[in-house]
């Protein structure tokens, strides 16, 4: 059906062999930060507000996921937890950091992709360029097709076409951070989508 069909003008296919650092590189871009406090993910340029406005966690202070606890290094928390809560996480397991990721965009300027507010910042400062002036070049890549034995670079014309995608062939993964309308979809600037851009749950 069309929901879970994309034709050659939805998605470009680069089947190519992917350099292990480049693979590295957008895999890393593409990871979201845990919040230690309740063992979410969240965009990195939100976490400390979360940390702040959620747990009233500031420098030097740790949460504990499984009570009340306030500890003033990692390696205190994960003594605390070991002893306080046996048997309980300290972190989210590596299956479910691998299941979600951030939206990664690929700057139409040059080889590089990355999250909405870093791709802003490196258009404006390497490029000399608005970014909302490149919404119709800019195109979405697949963090998930890029884990495993036989890594694939995926690039999507839009960031629909992506989700699609992502439904349809990566079981229980999600998308978090700024959903950009780009491509075929770029009549506004930023999707706001609260959900998204602030963490998985």
Excluded: W
């Amino acid at each position: 059906q069309r929901a879970n069909m994309m034709s050659t003008s939805d998605v470009i296919i680069t089947r190519e062999k992917i350099p292990p650092a480049k693979i590295k590189e957008m895999i890393s871009n593409a990871n979201p930060q845990e919040c230690e406090a309740c063992l979410q993910l969240f965009l990195p340029s939100y976490l400390q507000r979360h940390r702040r406005r959620c747990h009233s966690l500031g420098p030097g202070k740790f949460g504990c996921p499984h009570c009340n606890e306030v500890l003033k290094s990692m390696e205190e928390r994960k003594q605390h937890i070991c002893e306080k809560h046996e048997g309980k996480a300290h972190t989210l397991s590596l299956e479910k950091r691998n299941k979600t990721k951030l939206y990664l965009y690929n700057c139409p300027r040059c080889d590089t992709s990355m999250t909405y507010g870093d791709l802003r910042d490196h258009i404006h400062s390497v490029h000399g360029e608005d970014i909302n002036q490149l919404l119709g070049e800019i195109s979405c890549a697949c963090p998930f097709c890029l884990m495993g034995e036989n890594p694939k670079l995926k690039i999507f014309r839009t960031t629909d076409y992506f989700l699609k995608h992502v439904k349809a062939c990566h079981q229980d993964c999600h998308v978090i951070g700024m959903k950009l309308k780009i491509g075929l979809d770029n009549d506004s600037d930023v999707d706001s989508d609260d959900s998204s851009r602030y963490g998985s749950r």
